[in-house]
RNA sequence: GCGGACGUGGCGGAACAGGUAGACGCAAGGGACUUAAAAUCCCUCGACCUUCAAGUCGUGCGGGUUCGAUUCCCGCCGUCCGCACCA
């Protein structure tokens, strides 16, 4: 018998056993039909999941289970992002080992991901600290090391000097460690990269090609590798000074045309020439250790007051042997971009002009903006960056600033400094190699041997993996694999003689940079992928992740994917054909009396025609609604996914994050909704169970005539709903799909309203068999278990997760007969039924006679009758 | 600071490619059913004006292009994301 209510508890675990159990879900490798790669971005192991990942991880279900119903062998694998920090303070916090702390997380989040019935083939699970997967890694980095693509160099730091430790940018907080709260300093440390400066004019070029990528995210990753096309200037110091040896000082520059606009010199703090003074100049150093104090970060280093210290030198401008300019150390200036030196050009560059206005050095404006009096022209606060005319530049007056530019880099390169050329045109990157060693313990090894004799020598490949050692402590401060009694002493690989093990271990970037490719043969054990697989599953037809990760581990990936064809190992450049960003879900937060946040689950809000209002659960006090925020543990505005799915079920809360919002966007998760999606899935079941006795019931039999028009607006419903959420899902527009579904449940239920269930004529009744069909699997892509079980109510003997995709009858949507909104004057005014192959005079002749058409005109004769064929009629009075 | 996005009823949002602003959902108000409640069903629901019919205004703000602008352009305001060792 059919209940009256679905039960959903148990339901969910039913059909997630038969799926199971048929392997419904295992990507077949012998499977001929065409690809189709959905890849979620895997999840660090933090605990449980929360409801960003169950947004996410519904949004590409749907997608593998439509495309499975087109026809697709769909692969849609399942794993672990499983190194970082949080593992190794909960290590310090809890005396937890951070490989216990991990995979006891990863045991409890995938038991989580399994309930939410997710069509994944869960045999290609892995987690990046596995052994079995860091030895391939490691592997990939000798490989990266013997094509060029690894670099060893010095980079700056942020220190810890009382915890002993590096610190990410995120832990420096005021120029603070976060959990010692000492002074942050910087550290000069001997660090690995991967060249991926190499490729930035092809991970530029390249982003062309990614046609089905956001827009913004291809503009982010093209500024922030930011090629400029600029000239290499080189700057005489004038005095021959005892404080330097130094002659010269090349700066980088993109606007060689503002050069008669010069008032200074900066270079960075951590410039060559800066430290040199800084050792004979106390004054000097202090500012430097200052500048230092604010952390590393690009974002604290533009942000803070601009301020500079004369160095007492000056530079000689290159066109006027007589006029120099004074040098300062800035805190402005970037020493890893360009030179880390630039001439400041107050009047056209806002940050030089801050600067100049500062310490009194005053602006020559040497643009002149188009219409603006040259004689006149005067710069104060606002610094001018836009076209106009050279002024005040002598051979350049009258230029523009592309031609001023060009004259400059011509003299200059004729013209020599010492036996050189004063300067060269130079394309520059912002894009600067990836920095990949880290001081920590949690992380994939980097397997190098540092040996006195022969220098740091890979570990040869069948020596891998370098494995972490197990028995490591956490309490005293600094890097456990350092201080290790015994890990780091090993034998030379090359000499035999005693050496010490790299300490340092890989961003946990890396680890997500080919993740994407292992999941096409996690199985192999020699090779980290397995080229013909890998080649044919590769790209990923569509990436869904966060927002968040739309430039470093998207671009890191890209570079990875170069770097894995040109050491051999697959034969493509682009890991990810297509990309798609959703927003974060966020909740009203609650504060009581004292102050102190509350959580949802402490809270009840009551809502009438007034206004909402919320009460403290414990005590009735009342409680403030505050902002909608992101969830987080600090505003304790978090609501679990478990709690949502124990109480409601998966296909509720699966519905809901799909509902409403659209995906690129936030979702605000609210009780009310959450109700909303629930009511939904009893009234599917309901209505299902109707549309099913409506089409068993014994026949009537009335005249084609007049039940031809409600089995032809039954078919009509079913079969537009069919064709638009088919189009919405093909372009992730999830919110769309749900409203069509609603649409359709709607016209379905006023059917059913409309018959006479004694005497329903066979078309009808065939019409409503149909829309039961059609309805269940629209909404099974979504609400998989629900699906499951309205699709054996119906009598279907194997689950609609293996059913095909209807076919839609497009002939059934067209109309003979339309409807054009008609225009006077652009307002709406009234609606004209017509034919819908009428002609331009036909439709001109019945808007002209529409009663409202004569009142809007009001005697007035129509200049103009403008008919947009299918669309629109506008009557120009 | 630099870079990127977003802004539409009480709320989330829809509006194909410049062509009916407010689909669909939520909340709210009214009603039916019920001893009662839940569940379910029906009606109303941008603002103003109005007996009705109709009308006026309305997509963050100010301009512009157009027969017609939520959509395109310019300038503001506000919110959010990223900034290289969080993942």
């Given at each position: 018998m059919r209940p009256e209510r679905y039960n959903f508890r148990e339901a969910e675990p039913k059909w997630q056993q038969v799926w199971r159990a048929r392997h419904?879900?295992?990507?077949?490798?012998?499977?001929?039909?065409q690809k189709y790669y959905v890849l979620e971005?895997?999840?660090?192991?933090?605990?449980r999941i929360h409801m960003g990942h169950v947004r996410n991880y519904a949004m590409g279900d749907v997608v593998a289970r439509y495309k499975r119903a087109r026809g697709f062998n769909v692969l849609h694998p399942m794993g672990w992002d499983a190194f970082g920090m949080p593992a190794e303070n909960a290590a310090m916090q809890s005396k937890t080992h951070p490989a216990k702390w991990t995979y006891a997380n990863i045991d409890t989040m995938r038991a989580q991901l399994k309930s939410m019935g997710?069509?994944?083939?869960?045999?290609r699970e892995f987690a990046t600290c596995d052994p079995s997967y860091y030895k391939h890694q490691q592997a990939l980095f000798l490989d990266f090391l013997g094509r060029g693509l690894v670099a060893r160099k010095q980079s700056r730091v942020n220190w810890d000097p009382v915890d002993q430790t590096v610190l990410a940018n995120e832990q420096v907080i005021d120029g603070r460690g976060w959990r010692s709260g000492a002074p942050v300093e910087q550290r000069e440390l001997t660090q690995w990269f991967f060249t991926i400066t190499k490729y930035a004019d092809d991970l530029l070029a390249a982003l062309d090609t990614l046609e089905r990528w956001p827009e913004k995210v291809r503009l982010m990753q093209a500024n922030w590798i930011g090629r400029s096309e600029g000239l290499l200037v080189r700057f005489a110091l004038a005095e021959q000074s005892k404080r330097t040896d130094a002659r010269e000082l090349d700066v980088y520059t993109t606007?060689?045309?503002?050069l008669f606009g010069a008032k200074f010199m900066a270079i960075s703090p951590e410039h060559p020439l800066a430290r040199e003074l800084a050792q004979h100049d106390g004054a000097l150093a202090e500012f430097i250790a200052d500048c230092e104090r604010r952390g590393t970060s690009e974002a604290a280093i533009e942000m803070g007051e601009k301020r500079g210290y004369d160095t007492g030198l000056h530079a000689v401008h290159p066109f006027d042997a007589n006029w120099t300019l004074p040098v300062y150390v800035a805190n402005f200036v970037l020493m890893e971009y360009g030179t880390g030196a630039i001439f400041g050009c107050p009047a056209h560059d806002q940050r030089d002009l801050d600067f100049a206005n500062k310490y009194g050095l005053g602006n020559i404006p040497v643009v002149c903006p188009p219409g603006a009096d040259p004689e006149k022209f005067v710069i104060t606060d606002t610094a001018y960056d836009g076209p106009g005319r050279m002024i005040n530049?002598?051979?350049?007056?009258?230029?523009t600033i592309d031609e001023a530019k060009q004259e400059v880099a011509r003299r200059l390169e004729a013209q020599t400094l010492g036996n050189a050329p004063q300067a060269e045109r130079k394309i520059n990157y912002r894009l600067r190699d990836w920095g990949i060693s880290r001081q920590r313990y949690w992380g994939c090894p980097i397997p190098i041997v540092h040996c006195d004799k022969c220098g740091a020598v890979p570990v040869p490949k069948d020596q891998l993996p370098v494995r972490l050692p197990d028995d490591v402590s956490f309490d005293r401060p600094g890097n456990p694999l350092d201080h290790h009694a015994t890990w780091k002493h090993v034998a030379c690989p090359a000499c035999g003689g005693p050496a010490t093990r790299e300490t340092d271990t890989m961003d946990t970037f890396v680890d997500s940079s080919w993740y994407f490719a292992r999941f096409t043969d996690p199985w192999n054990a020699e090779a980290p992928i397995t080229k013909p697989v890998a080649n044919r599953w590769l790209p990923v037809d569509q990436y869904i992740g966060g927002i968040?990760?739309?430039?470093l581990h998207l671009l890191y990936s890209r570079f990875f994917t170069r770097g894995l064809r040109d050491t051999g190992y697959l034969d493509l450049a682009e890991p990810f054909a297509g990309l798609f960003t959703q927003g974060m879900v966020v909740h009203e937060t609650y504060r009581g009396a004292s102050g102190a946040w509350l959580s949802p689950a402490e809270v009840d809000v009551e809502a009438d025609a007034g206004g909402r209002r919320a009460f403290a659960k414990a005590d009735g006090s009342a409680v403030e609604i505050g902002a909608i925020e992101k969830m987080s543990k600090s505003r304790r505005n978090t609501v679990d996914p478990d709690d949502i799915i124990q109480s409601f079920g998966a296909d509720t809360a699966r519905w809901f994050m799909l509902s409403d919002s659209p995906p690129e966007r936030d979702v605000i998760w609210t009780e009310e909704g959450v109700q909303g999606a629930a009511r939904m899935v009893q009234r599917l079941w309901r209505v299902v169970g109707e549309l099913k006795n409506a089409a068993s019931a014994s026949g009537g039999n009335g005249a084609d005539g007049e039940t031809g028009g409600a089995a032809r607006a039954v078919r009509k419903a079913a079969h537009s709903a069919l064709i638009k959420v088919g189009e919405d899902i093909e372009r992730l527009r999830f919110n769309r799909c749900v409203a069509h579904i609603y649409e359709l449940t709607n016209s379905l239920t006023e059917a059913l309203d409309e018959i006479d269930s004694a005497a329903i004529p066979a078309e009808l009744r065939a019409a409503f068999r149909e829309a039961a069909d059609i309805l269940v699997q629209l909404f099974a892509p979504m609400m998989p278990h629900l699906a499951e079980e309205c699709w054996a109510d119906l009598g279907h003997g194997s689950p609609v997760a293996e059913a095909a995709w209807p076919a839609a009858d497009r002939s059934l949507v067209i109309e003979d007969m339309l409807s054009l909104p008609v225009q006077v004057n652009g307002k709406k005014r009234a609606d004209l039924v017509i034919e819908r192959n009428a002609d331009q005079a036909a439709i001109e002749a019945a808007t002209l006679a529409l009663d409202s058409v004569q009142r809007a005109l009001a005697g007035k004769a129509p200049k103009k009758i403008i008919v947009v064929p299918q669309r629109i009629v506008n009557v120009v009075a």
């Amino acid at each position: 018998m059919r209940p009256e209510r679905y039960n959903f508890r148990e339901a969910e675990p039913k059909w997630q056993q038969v799926w199971r159990a048929r392997h419904t879900f295992k990507t077949q490798e012998s499977d001929a039909r065409q690809k189709y790669y959905v890849l979620e971005m895997f999840p660090y192991p933090s605990g449980r999941i929360h409801m960003g990942h169950v947004r996410n991880y519904a949004m590409g279900d749907v997608v593998a289970r439509y495309k499975r119903a087109r026809g697709f062998n769909v692969l849609h694998p399942m794993g672990w992002d499983a190194f970082g920090m949080p593992a190794e303070n909960a290590a310090m916090q809890s005396k937890t080992h951070p490989a216990k702390w991990t995979y006891a997380n990863i045991d409890t989040m995938r038991a989580q991901l399994k309930s939410m019935g997710l069509s994944l083939d869960w045999s290609r699970e892995f987690a990046t600290c596995d052994p079995s997967y860091y030895k391939h890694q490691q592997a990939l980095f000798l490989d990266f090391l013997g094509r060029g693509l690894v670099a060893r160099k010095q980079s700056r730091v942020n220190w810890d000097p009382v915890d002993q430790t590096v610190l990410a940018n995120e832990q420096v907080i005021d120029g603070r460690g976060w959990r010692s709260g000492a002074p942050v300093e910087q550290r000069e440390l001997t660090q690995w990269f991967f060249t991926i400066t190499k490729y930035a004019d092809d991970l530029l070029a390249a982003l062309d090609t990614l046609e089905r990528w956001p827009e913004k995210v291809r503009l982010m990753q093209a500024n922030w590798i930011g090629r400029s096309e600029g000239l290499l200037v080189r700057f005489a110091l004038a005095e021959q000074s005892k404080r330097t040896d130094a002659r010269e000082l090349d700066v980088y520059t993109t606007r060689p045309d503002t050069l008669f606009g010069a008032k200074f010199m900066a270079i960075s703090p951590e410039h060559p020439l800066a430290r040199e003074l800084a050792q004979h100049d106390g004054a000097l150093a202090e500012f430097i250790a200052d500048c230092e104090r604010r952390g590393t970060s690009e974002a604290a280093i533009e942000m803070g007051e601009k301020r500079g210290y004369d160095t007492g030198l000056h530079a000689v401008h290159p066109f006027d042997a007589n006029w120099t300019l004074p040098v300062y150390v800035a805190n402005f200036v970037l020493m890893e971009y360009g030179t880390g030196a630039i001439f400041g050009c107050p009047a056209h560059d806002q940050r030089d002009l801050d600067f100049a206005n500062k310490y009194g050095l005053g602006n020559i404006p040497v643009v002149c903006p188009p219409g603006a009096d040259p004689e006149k022209f005067v710069i104060t606060d606002t610094a001018y960056d836009g076209p106009g005319r050279m002024i005040n530049s002598r051979f350049l007056d009258g230029m523009t600033i592309d031609e001023a530019k060009q004259e400059v880099a011509r003299r200059l390169e004729a013209q020599t400094l010492g036996n050189a050329p004063q300067a060269e045109r130079k394309i520059n990157y912002r894009l600067r190699d990836w920095g990949i060693s880290r001081q920590r313990y949690w992380g994939c090894p980097i397997p190098i041997v540092h040996c006195d004799k022969c220098g740091a020598v890979p570990v040869p490949k069948d020596q891998l993996p370098v494995r972490l050692p197990d028995d490591v402590s956490f309490d005293r401060p600094g890097n456990p694999l350092d201080h290790h009694a015994t890990w780091k002493h090993v034998a030379c690989p090359a000499c035999g003689g005693p050496a010490t093990r790299e300490t340092d271990t890989m961003d946990t970037f890396v680890d997500s940079s080919w993740y994407f490719a292992r999941f096409t043969d996690p199985w192999n054990a020699e090779a980290p992928i397995t080229k013909p697989v890998a080649n044919r599953w590769l790209p990923v037809d569509q990436y869904i992740g966060g927002i968040e990760h739309a430039i470093l581990h998207l671009l890191y990936s890209r570079f990875f994917t170069r770097g894995l064809r040109d050491t051999g190992y697959l034969d493509l450049a682009e890991p990810f054909a297509g990309l798609f960003t959703q927003g974060m879900v966020v909740h009203e937060t609650y504060r009581g009396a004292s102050g102190a946040w509350l959580s949802p689950a402490e809270v009840d809000v009551e809502a009438d025609a007034g206004g909402r209002r919320a009460f403290a659960k414990a005590d009735g006090s009342a409680v403030e609604i505050g902002a909608i925020e992101k969830m987080s543990k600090s505003r304790r505005n978090t609501v679990d996914p478990d709690d949502i799915i124990q109480s409601f079920g998966a296909d509720t809360a699966r519905w809901f994050m799909l509902s409403d919002s659209p995906p690129e966007r936030d979702v605000i998760w609210t009780e009310e909704g959450v109700q909303g999606a629930a009511r939904m899935v009893q009234r599917l079941w309901r209505v299902v169970g109707e549309l099913k006795n409506a089409a068993s019931a014994s026949g009537g039999n009335g005249a084609d005539g007049e039940t031809g028009g409600a089995a032809r607006a039954v078919r009509k419903a079913a079969h537009s709903a069919l064709i638009k959420v088919g189009e919405d899902i093909e372009r992730l527009r999830f919110n769309r799909c749900v409203a069509h579904i609603y649409e359709l449940t709607n016209s379905l239920t006023e059917a059913l309203d409309e018959i006479d269930s004694a005497a329903i004529p066979a078309e009808l009744r065939a019409a409503f068999r149909e829309a039961a069909d059609i309805l269940v699997q629209l909404f099974a892509p979504m609400m998989p278990h629900l699906a499951e079980e309205c699709w054996a109510d119906l009598g279907h003997g194997s689950p609609v997760a293996e059913a095909a995709w209807p076919a839609a009858d497009r002939s059934l949507v067209i109309e003979d007969m339309l409807s054009l909104p008609v225009q006077v004057n652009g307002k709406k005014r009234a609606d004209l039924v017509i034919e819908r192959n009428a002609d331009q005079a036909a439709i001109e002749a019945a808007t002209l006679a529409l009663d409202s058409v004569q009142r809007a005109l009001a005697g007035k004769a129509p200049k103009k009758i403008i008919v947009v064929p299918q669309r629109i009629v506008n009557v120009v009075a």
